[in-house]
């Protein structure tokens, strides 16, 4: 009796040992366990009364902490907001950090160039060129001389970039796809590119870029479909912990997915293959397109499970998910060679 418990006992600790094992190779590894990383839930586009916003930085702060976001960038149209003092009242470890940011704003023969600049030291002076991509090269480069990351912000506003002004600059690895702005333009039209079709169009082109979901929110006090209200758009970062310093690196890298408002359980490339899980809810369903070089769907898989095994030569294969719901998901692209 007393060999056959010793092995009952040995047989349920194997299986505990083996789930915990699977659960550390998977991309939302446990919390608790030391070295884990986890899903963090931030907006990267957000405006106050120090440039067009409606609500001042302790009102859109509360916000954004009361609504479970994890990080959250004030990005005044050039305007830097100090986050020490912000901080101070409403950082907490592992659940709430402001992080420093501006949207370098300018115009180039009319046209609207704004750039956001992340986790950033002082105030960027915003450049004016000769050209719309000159323009955002310029600030780009000012930026980064800055030692902060440029990102693209909404191309369509103003119908004022295309891929082709976006291909003549270097330095730029992250893009809006997503501007939940209700005058962003966000899917073109009358043959002007959507930004789906842009994304790819760059990709296509040789450039490793890496595509953000926002809320691009200046409107706090009043909801409404025609104004730019909170909530619309996020990304998810992946990282050890909580820090400002860990959550750069991860949106360098590209370990982050973008959102309008599905939640992925994990995303991740082993075994030849890019694996998913859809977070289900409700009865909303889901489909997922894997796309490739030139922006064709390489493969449609329905479902919360959906997996591409490569099948070698893709220049790059990146998913958007879409839910009957409305809102969709953008994973990152993962480019040949780097599997």
Not at 259 to 283: H, Q
Request: glycine share 10%.
């Amino acid at each position: 009796m007393k060999l056959k418990r010793a092995t009952i006992v040995r047989s349920i600790l194997t299986v505990i040992a083996a789930g915990l094992s699977l659960l550390a190779t998977r991309g939302g590894a446990t919390p608790d366990q030391p070295g884990a990383k986890k899903w963090y839930k931030g907006n990267l586009h957000t405006h106050t009364v120090h440039s067009d916003g409606d609500s001042t930085p302790n009102e859109v702060a509360s916000w954004y902490k009361d609504h479970r976001y994890h990080f959250l960038v004030l990005s005044d149209h050039n305007y830097l907001t100090e986050t020490a003092g912000l901080n101070t009242v409403f950082a907490s470890p592992e659940k709430f950090l402001l992080i420093q940011g501006e949207e370098v704003t300018t115009s180039s023969g009319g046209k609207p160039v704004h750039v956001n600049a992340y986790h950033l030291g002082g105030l960027v002076d915003p450049v004016q060129a000769d050209s719309v991509a000159a323009t955002i090269q310029a600030n780009v480069n000012a930026i980064r001389a800055a030692r902060a990351l440029p990102s693209l912000n909404h191309p369509n506003f103003g119908w004022a970039v295309t891929s082709k002004d976006l291909m003549q600059v270097s330095n730029l690895n992250l893009l809006e796809v997503y501007n939940g702005h209700p005058m962003v333009n966000n899917r073109g039209g009358g043959g002007a590119e959507s930004l789906d079709e842009m994304w790819d169009a760059l990709l296509t082109g040789g450039k490793r870029i890496h595509g953000i979901a926002v809320d691009d929110a200046h409107h706090f006090k009043t909801i409404d479909k025609t104004l730019s209200n909170p909530g619309r758009g996020w990304i998810m970062v992946r990282a050890a912990r909580l820090a400002d310093a860990d959550i750069r690196a991860a949106i360098e890298a590209g370990d982050f997915y973008a959102s309008s408002g599905i939640t992925l359980n994990d995303v991740r490339t082993d075994g030849g293959a890019l694996r998913i899980e859809i977070k289900p809810d409700g009865a909303a369903r889901y489909s997922t397109y894997f796309i490739g070089e030139g922006g064709k769907a390489l493969k449609r898989v329905d479902g919360i499970n959906p997996e591409y095994r490569f099948q070698g030569g893709e220049k790059y294969v990146r998913a958007k998910i879409q839910a009957s719901t409305g809102d969709d998901a953008w994973v990152q692209p993962v480019f040949g060679g780097s599997r």
